[in-house]
């Protein structure tokens, strides 16, 4: 069995996994902090959800209401080829996709501050993945209409190192997103849209000195 058909058969595997993370819900309910440590990395008194198994995301209590999670179309996979190549059969480095996400909010002072949860993996394709892969995110606030409306976006990254295996996991936890409480009426139409953006890689631009004031 060549590279490319090897990779395409764990890269189905990881997608069939995803798609169960959709459509199942766990056994048994969670707290959202037995949640967090669950499923990025700490411990709990509580099993961890089952391979497959996405926790449903509580909703604070009282009249906070944290918006549901969604991966933002066109955003949910990141692939990366070979320097001056397409991203597709032997000529892909690697590919990442997102399996489960979380989200909890709080209120301050008329301010949500937003903790979001993303788990994915990273899968080596048959051009070889390098040993660290960055892997760009970004997560945004959008209140949902006939035109959206973005209240405010983040971006991240996280660093995941590669083995022989050939299929890494990552996590990345934004706990600094932060935007004002919602219009009354308007809290169910916000949504948190997650995805991979890879023009978070870029060196944002230093921002143009200010020309010192002639004297006097």
Known sequence: ?????????????????????????????????????????????????????????????????????????????????????????????????????????????????????????????PAGAPSSVQVPLRVAVVQGGISEKTIATKAYQTTVTMTETGSEPFTLVAEDLVYPVPAPGTSDNYIFYIGFDPQALKPERPAPRKKAAPTQ
């Open 1 to 125: 069995m060549g590279n490319d058909r090897l990779f395409r058969v764990a890269l189905a595997a990881t997608v069939v996994a995803g798609l169960g993370c959709g459509l199942t819900q766990p056994a048994s309910a969670q707290s959202l902090s037995d949640r967090f440590k669950g499923l990025f990395g700490g411990k709990s008194d509580e099993p961890a959800p089952t391979p497959g198994a996405a926790p449903k995301a509580e909703e604070d209590t009282g009249d906070l209401t944290c918006p549901e999670v969604r991966v933002r179309a066109g955003a949910s996979t990141y692939a990366v080829a070979a320097p001056g190549k397409q991203p597709v059969g032997n000529d892909l480095r690697f590919q990442a996709t997102i399996g489960k996400t979380a989200r909890q909010c709080s209120l301050n002072g008329g301010v949500i501050t937003a903790r979001i949860g993303i788990q994915g993996r990273v899968i080596a394709g």
